[in-house]
């Protein structure tokens, strides 16, 4: 098994900078990627972003491209979320996730991975 343990969240102010942190353990060496998706208030669930190993490649949803950067840290088994110049849209609660190298489909879809955090909740507020 993997688990993956968020942090980082909180209450912040508009315009101030937040970094989530995912750490995975377990069998980390099957996973071959990790995302971070996000759940507002009343609203569905939806990708924000996700590190693949293989190519070492990131992808962003539309939304918040040129926003959010994800990075990861090998040695640490830990992938990271930041975000500069918070804005209100931002609150939601953020998940990691980790999908294991025999998953295959869309990246943006959180039914291809395999393990989930529980969850940090940021709220932006001014």
């Known amino acids: 098994q993997v688990q993956l343990v968020e942090s980082g969240g909180g209450l912040v102010q508009t315009g101030g900078s937040l970094r989530l942190s995912c750490a995975a353990s377990?069998?980390?060496?099957?996973?071959?990627?990790m995302g971070w998706f996000r759940q507002a208030p009343g609203k569905e669930r939806e990708f924000v972003a996700a590190?693949?190993?293989?190519?070492?490649?990131?992808h962003y949803a539309d939304s918040v491209k040129g926003r959010f950067t994800i990075s990861r840290d090998n040695a640490k088994n830990t992938v990271y979320l930041q975000r500069n110049s918070l804005r209100h849209e931002v609150t939601a609660v953020y998940y990691c996730?980790?999908?294991?190298?025999?998953?295959?489909?869309?990246?943006?879809?959180?039914?291809?991975?395999?393990?989930w955090g529980q969850g940090t909740q940021v709220t932006v507020s001014s």
């Open positions: 590190s693949i190993w293989s190519g070492s490649s990131t």
């Open positions: 996730a980790a999908r294991e190298r025999y998953r295959s489909g869309s990246y943006l879809q959180g039914s291809n991975y395999n393990y």
């Open positions: 377990g069998r980390t060496f099957s996973i071959n990627a």
